[in-house]
């Protein structure tokens, strides 16, 4: 070899390992990026909001902007070589700790969207559930009120509604901060519509009630008693005294008609069982023309499937429970035990 290709060759051979070192650089460099969590934001969180077909670029961009990753190319770069660019899941997202660009792509991918839980009780009218939606911070009770007055929204499965009252299934609800008063009402009688499933349904229709009978039923009965044991003979006594053609002084119906009517004043007074409301239970037969509150699930399978009981009575022993009877005079002996007496003792 002469001279001057043996300087050639060593210079390349040098250019080749610079070259090396660079590559490697870069690579830890890169790696680095990747890898060590960053937080650019101030404050103890940032919110970023990825509408649905938000493209790869646009995530990048929008994450970078909120000081979550360092960079656009450092997650588009994550987003790639870990698979999941294609996956990514709009929402919102919230950030509060440092993280890696992987660390974010993981999140994104398995659609680890901000969400506020919020629980509706069993038992509680729309007005009511109006006051929770409002104190969650969702938004006002009186938006609430407005959606809930979309009853078309029962038309699947009760074409003759006139109000969503008893609809609005009590759950715990996970809803974005975003969500509002009409996707909340939504997503509650859509959770009903999946609760009052196909075969509580038909055995509803075995015992001649429409769904919004067997549904009015469920709610006299979440209303009437806290306790599981005594639903279905709750429920009984009900389909007892509709059978017999007895009214069924029930006195949650006529505290919902003292509500309707603004009049309700903590306690049901004598002259209040006559007061002229279709829900009244005291002054007309049958049961009320809907429901009277949001039943759950246990109230639901109890209306449809009473206890094998005769009672055709019921009284509270104030704790909660109550004792039950078969006839009148029986029941006049509760009441004077667990009502009169008690109350002198």
């Known amino acids: ?14 250019l080749t390992i610079v070259l090396g070192v660079l590559a490697g650089g870069g690579a830890c460099f890169m790696h680095g990026r990747l890898t060590t969590p960053y937080r650019g934001f101030q404050g103890e969180e940032v919110f970023v909001e990825l509408p649905t077909g938000t493209t790869v670029s646009e995530i990048a961009s929008r994450l970078s902007a909120a000081g979550v990753v360092s960079d656009s190319l450092t997650f588009r770069l994550a ?56 104190k969650a911070g969702l938004g006002t009770s009186a938006a609430f009120e407005r959606a809930a007055a979309n009853h078309s929204l029962a038309a699947s499965f009760d074409p003759g509604a006139r109000s969503l009252e008893g609809y609005l299934f009590p759950s715990t609800y996970a809803l974005g901060r975003q969500a509002g008063a009409d996707a909340t009402v939504r997503a509650m009688v859509e959770a009903f519509d999946h609760a009052f499933d196909s075969e509580l349904r038909a055995e509803a229709a075995a015992r001649n009630l429409t769904l919004r009978e067997a549904v009015t039923l469920a709610s006299l009965v979440e209303k009437e008693t806290a306790q599981a044991s005594e639903r279905p003979m709750v429920a009984a006594v009900y389909h007892n005294r509709l059978a017999k053609r007895m009214p069924l002084q029930c006195d949650p119906t006529v505290v919902y008609a003292l509500m309707r009517a603004g009049t309700w004043t903590g306690n049901i007074r004598k002259q209040d069982l006559q007061i002229k409301s279709p829900f009244n239970t005291y002054a007309n037969p049958g049961l009320p023309p809907g429901p009277i509150a949001s039943p759950g699930r246990a109230s639901l399978e109890a209306a449809v499937r009473p206890a094998d009981v005769p009672y055709l009575y019921f009284v509270s022993r104030n704790d909660g429970t109550h004792v039950f009877a078969e006839t009148l005079a029986e029941h006049n002996r509760n009441v004077a035990q667990w009502q009169v007496q008690f109350f002198k003792r």
């Not at 070899?1 to 040098?14: N, P, S, V, Y």
């Not at 987003?79 to 792509?105: K, M, N």
């Not at 999140?107 to 006051?131: C, K, Q």
């Open 1 to 14: 070899m002469c001279l001057r290709g043996h300087f050639l060759f060593k210079r390349l051979a040098i």
């Open 79 to 134: 987003a790639r070589l870990s698979g999941a660019d294609r996956h990514l899941q709009a929402g919102e997202y919230r950030f509060a700790e440092p993280a890696s660009a992987f660390q974010v792509v993981t999140r994104l991918a398995e659609g680890d969207v901000f969400t506020r839980p919020i629980t509706f009780p069993e038992g509680l009218t729309i007005t009511e559930m109006a006051v929770v939606f409002e």
